[in-house]
């Protein structure tokens, strides 16, 4: 028990050394204070609790953001951890990945990544209804883990590095559509040849 009191602080002090912070008790806020939120559920129960998360943190969920965050995809993944020698009960891991991005002006992509987080329970065969409750309760426990996760990323993002982002991918289209007018220059003032008429036999 001294052990593992002494490992949890540990810890502690390694964590806030490198500047985390616990939930709740953090001064780090979101600078980004107006984004935008899309999903391919938009009435799901990830994208409702993130809308309302955001909100309670003094960002502005709204359309005309020049930032749109974008929930891309989220998958749940089950499997078993470990089985007992009946079989009746085991232990199962579930996690949900999420995928997302951040969009700027024209939907262009700026960033993008993932928040994975797993969850361990244990399944009793002989009492099907307190497993599926205990199923229940693990995902609202990854939901909410996941949308805290994403409010810690979201805090190390400047919006400085946003606009610099943007700046970039517009310079990079500029620069391809350029390329694709001298492309289509050069083969507009090509000249076509006739096919060549093979004599008749």
Avoid: W
């Avoid at 001294?2 to 600078?31: H, P, Y």
């Avoid at 009435?43 to 930032?67: D, E, F, K, M, S």
């Avoid at 400047?158 to 390329?179: F, G, N, V």
């Amino acid at each position: 028990m001294i052990k593992r009191n002494l490992l949890v602080m540990g810890l502690a002090v390694l964590l806030s050394a490198c500047g985390f912070q616990l939930r709740g008790t953090g001064t780090n806020e979101i600078a980004v204070k107006e984004l935008g939120l899309s999903a391919r559920n938009s009435y799901g129960a990830t994208v409702v609790q993130l809308r309302q998360a955001l909100t309670n943190n003094g960002v502005t969920v709204t359309n005309t953001a020049p930032y749109t965050l974008v929930l891309a995809d989220e998958k749940e993944e089950r499997r078993a951890a470990t089985y007992t020698r009946s079989s009746r009960s085991a232990e199962y891991e579930l996690s949900t990945t999420l995928e997302y991005t951040i969009n700027g002006r024209d939907n262009t992509p700026l960033l993008s990544d993932k928040l994975e987080v797993r969850r361990y329970y244990v399944r009793d065969g002989n009492n099907i209804t307190a497993g599926d409750q205990e199923v229940t309760q693990v995902r609202e426990e990854i939901r909410n883990d996941l949308v805290q996760a994403m409010l810690v990323r979201l805090q190390y993002i400047d919006p400085a590095h946003l606009a610099k982002l943007q700046r970039r991918a517009d310079e990079r289209a500029k620069a391809e559509a350029q390329a694709a007018q001298e492309a289509q220059r050069i083969q507009d003032e090509t000249p076509q040849q006739s096919p060549l008429e093979v004599p008749a036999q």
